[in-house]
Each structure stands twice: as structure tokens, then as C-alpha cells.
């Protein structure tokens, strides 16, 4: 069982930045890919970024420039941090980890609120 916690979340101003964070109770190195998600209010959810053990990272072309994810490997930590923030990236944000090629786990999700 991996439990993920996500922090970092928080009211900011368009243009401003937020760093996220997601903390697992296991070794980092037995996640396969860590993925930051968000959900909107009536929206899918849709992946965000994601960082594979080996360091492989995707976005969503909606963030590209803008966000970058990373792991801290000693922290069991992965981080999603956001620049130029738009009203747009309003969102819950969550954190998923694959483990093991099929077992997917889920944190309870960070509000972001970019508004002036």
C-alpha cells in the first residue's frame, strides 16, 4: 500500500507561482511514474506532468513552459512547480504513482485557485 500526500496548494494571483508537492510512504525508487493530475469544476480530469524512476518527464501541452516536475529521490517527494499561473489551471490537483506496472495509487488532491 503507498499513501501519497499532496501539499502545497493555495490562493495565488494570476502570473504568481505555487510549488506542489507529493510525499509517499515508500522508497521513490519503487514508483514507477509519479503523475500530477486536475479536475476542474465540470471538467475530466486531465494529467498534468508526470516523471518516470528514471527521470522521463511528459506534459500536457496546455503547461508546457510554464510547469516542471521533478522527484527528490531522499525525500520521497515529487514536486510540481507552476509559473505564470493562469485562471485557467484552477483546478484540484492530485498526485498518482504507478507501482509495480499495474497497482495505482491516488492522494486526496490540493485546491489551486488562481484569481485576483
Known amino acids: 500500500q503507498v499513501q501519497l500526500v499532496e501539499s502545497g496548494g493555495g490562493l495565488v494571483q494570476p502570473g504568481g507561482s505555487l510549488r506542489l508537492s507529493c510525499a509517499a510512504s515508500?522508497?521513490?525508487?519503487?514508483?514507477?511514474?509519479m503523475t500530477w493530475y486536475r479536475q476542474a469544476p465540470g471538467k475530466e480530469r486531465e494529467l498534468v506532468a508526470s516523471?518516470?524512476?528514471?527521470?522521463?518527464?511528459n506534459y500536457a501541452d496546455s503547461v508546457k513552459g510554464r510547469f516542471t516536475i521533478s522527484r527528490d529521490n531522499a525525500k520521497n517527494t515529487a514536486y510540481l512547480q507552476m509559473n505564470s499561473l493562469k485562471a485557467e489551471d484552477t483546478a484540484v490537483y492530485y498526485c498518482?504513482?504507478?507501482?509495480?506496472?499495474?497497482?495505482?495509487?491516488w492522494g486526496q488532491g490540493t485546491q489551486v485557485i488562481v484569481s485576483s
Open positions: 515508500v522508497s521513490i525508487f519503487s514508483i514507477d511514474t
Open positions: 498518482n504513482a504507478v507501482v509495480s506496472g499495474w497497482s495505482v495509487y
Open positions: 516523471i518516470t524512476r528514471g527521470g522521463s518527464t
